[in-house]
């Protein structure tokens, strides 16, 4: 990427645009005024005064007053240590003495001198400092453009209007190159808003539609990006950069149309198994039921396998074994429709934290809850559709849940168990 370079000769090498239904008008005095009225209104305001007027420059700071009464040597001493020698701008109480030594010359002198200084920043890749001194040079401009709009037309008619076109070209030039700056800092934004404003001074200006497509593109933009690379083709059709950001352009496009297609198959394929799936419990007369507050079970859910989209494929579902008595639970991922009860105890039992062994396979009975709140004994040996095909069996929140009593205290847990059912009824 390179800076943007004018030359000295600048009537020839830049334009300024018309307003918009105008016809070609030659630049006046006063160019430089709407150049800035067309720079982006977010930028800072010029230092005012106590007495509410505009300052045209700054005031002399304080520590550059002291240096009149110090020896030559104190004088080098203290300049060693002057952001005026330094490469980095940095805020520090100084810095307004290094503003006060650049703005002597004219605003044009001083402008061209912070470009410059932003232009070896940038050589060097130091993008940060290069981007605070093209800002620099653009305030200083609009500075003056804050004078001249307090000017009588009398003074403004005075005006040299080459030196007004030349300043137009600094400012446009530290446009273009502060946004390439923010391009290289990953500003996005601020690359768009100074190319915005460049182009507002100067139409046919390819750098700032370079920069400002590939900025575009970063913040994945890509319909402005491709208008504003087909703008910039159409001024200089066989720009080498711009078409490699046409390229890129068309990459993107491929690669954000691939994606889409893949979301929407995906899409389209979730929706086909929710209604495969619908219509597999529909024909099974299997009932479900859904609360405000499911459980997190991340991946597990009821589904149709191995095809989730062929209604001939058998149901799963998730499986929570409960241990009432010991408050301890197993989870079963995928507990298939035609498989028995026993075939899981038998993997499962016996439980290492069972000290006492009760809890084997032939040794424990199993219990479901019911929609009215009773319980209907499961056997080990009965394939789960055809439990859950029974009138008052509901499967809640995609989980099918089994109570795992031992034999010998299963009678006293079911008559506590509908004891607190009846009471939560009478609570309720």
């Known amino acids: 990427m390179k800076i943007e370079e004018l030359s000295d000769d600048f009537s020839e090498s830049v334009k300024v645009s018309d307003p918009p239904g105008n016809g070609d008008q030659i630049p006046g005095p006063d160019l430089l005024t709407q150049a800035m009225n067309a720079y982006a209104s977010s930028n800072p305001a010029p230092p005012v005064a106590s007495n509410g007027e505009g300052v045209a420059g700054p005031q002399m700071h304080p520590a550059m007053a002291a240096i009149r009464s110090q020896t ?12 005026l020698f330094m490469t980095d701008l940095e805020e520090n109480d100084d810095m307004e003495a290094l503003r006060a030594l650049a703005y002597e010359g004219t605003p ?15 050589k060097m890749n130091d993008w940060y400092n290069a981007k ?31 030196g007004v076109k030349r300043e137009i070209g600094i400012l446009e030039a530290c446009l273009v190159n502060r ?16 190319c915005g404003s460049a182009l507002r001074i100067n139409v046919r200006n390819v750098k700032a539609y370079y920069r400002s497509a590939r900025a575009l593109l970063a913040l994945g933009k890509i319909v402005e990006a491709d208008d504003a690379c087909a703008r910039g083709l159409a001024v200089d ?16 496009n491929e690669d954000i149309t691939a994606v889409r297609k893949k979301e929407m198959a995906r899409e389209q394929r979730a929706r086909l198994e929710a209604v495969t799936l619908r219509t597999a419990l529909k024909a099974r007369g299997i009932k479900t039921k859904k609360t405000e507050q499911p459980p997190e079970m991340e991946d597990a859910k009821i589904q149709l396998v191995p095809d989730p989209v062929d209604p001939t494929s058998t149901l799963s579902f998730p499986t929570v074994l409960l241990y009432p008595l ?26 290492p934290w ?27 040996k009965v394939s789960l559709l055809k439990v859950l095909t029974s009138a008052n069996i509901e499967v809640v929140d995609e989980v099918v849940k089994i109570f795992v009593v031992p034999k010998a205290k299963a009678e006293d847990w079911v008559r506590d168990f509908k004891k607190r059912k009846a009471a939560d009824k009478t609570k309720g």
């Open 354 to 380: 069972d000290k006492e062994g009760l809890y084997t396979p032939t040794g424990v009975e199993c219990y479901m809850e019911t929609t009215t709140g009773g319980l209907i004994k499961v056997g080990r």
């Open 108 to 122: 044009e002198e001083v402008a061209a001198g912070f470009k410059e200084r932003g232009n070896e920043c940038f």
């Open 237 to 252: 059709p066989e720009n080498a950069a711009l078409k490699a950001v046409a390229r890129d352009l068309i990459k993107r």
């Open 132 to 162: 605070e001194f093209y800002r620099q040079a653009i305030e200083v401009l609009l500075l003056e453009v804050r004078k001249r709009q307090k000017a009588g037309p009398g003074d403004r008619a005075k005006e040299d209007a080459e």
């Open 179 to 194: 946004a390439a700056s923010h391009l290289e800092l990953k500003n996005y934004r601020s690359c768009t808003q100074d």
């Open 326 to 351: 010991h408050l301890e639970s197993d989870f079963i991922k995928a507990f298939n429709e035609t498989e028995p009860l026993g075939h899981h105890l038998s993997y499962i039992l016996p439980l």
């Open 72 to 83: 030559t040597e104190e004088i080098l001493a203290d300049l060693n240590k002057s952001p």
